[in-house]
């Protein structure tokens, strides 16, 4: 039971720390909100934590792909983590997930490509 507690104190933190990256991009902090999403990816991929992990892969790659006008490799980048959370999507059969990712690699593609 103790390790069950344990287990859902740290998914509590670290989607806590997906939801500042989120915010603080909003904001256009995107230092602050980067770190918040890397220490969310590496704390969700050290615990096993597959779906958290490629929510969270999603969340930060869309955010970059937002940001793509500043910087190329954030367009890069942004793509390469869609392309892993449709990866972890579908090793764990979370259809509607994997579509949804689909869908935004494919808008993001034909955007950048015009």
């Given at each position: 039971?103790?390790?069950?507690?344990?287990y859902?104190?740290?998914?509590?933190?670290?989607?806590?720390?997906?939801?500042?990256?989120?915010?603080?991009?909003?904001?256009?902090?995107?230092?602050?909100?980067?770190?918040?999403?890397v220490?969310?990816?590496?704390?969700?991929?050290?615990?096993?934590?597959?779906?958290?992990?490629?929510?969270?892969?999603?969340?930060?790659g869309?955010?970059?792909?937002?940001?793509?006008?500043?910087?190329?490799?954030?367009?890069?980048?942004?793509?390469?983590?869609?392309?892993?959370?449709?990866?972890?999507?579908?090793?764990?059969?979370?259809?509607?997930?994997?579509?949804?990712?689909?869908?935004?690699?494919?808008?993001?593609?034909?955007?950048?490509?015009?």
């Amino acid at each position: 039971m103790k390790d069950a507690e344990q287990y859902k104190l740290v998914w509590i933190f670290t989607r806590a720390q997906q939801l500042l990256g989120n915010i603080l991009a909003a904001q256009g902090q995107m230092e602050q909100a980067t770190n918040y999403f890397v220490e969310a990816i590496t704390v969700f991929r050290q615990s096993g934590m597959r779906l958290e992990l490629a929510r969270t892969l999603h969340s930060y790659g869309i955010t970059l792909l937002k940001h793509a006008a500043r910087e190329q490799k954030n367009y890069q980048q942004g793509l390469s983590y869609l392309g892993e959370a449709h990866k972890v999507f579908d090793k764990c059969r979370a259809v509607l997930d994997s579509q949804l990712v689909e869908h935004d690699i494919a808008m993001n593609k034909g955007r950048k490509e015009k």
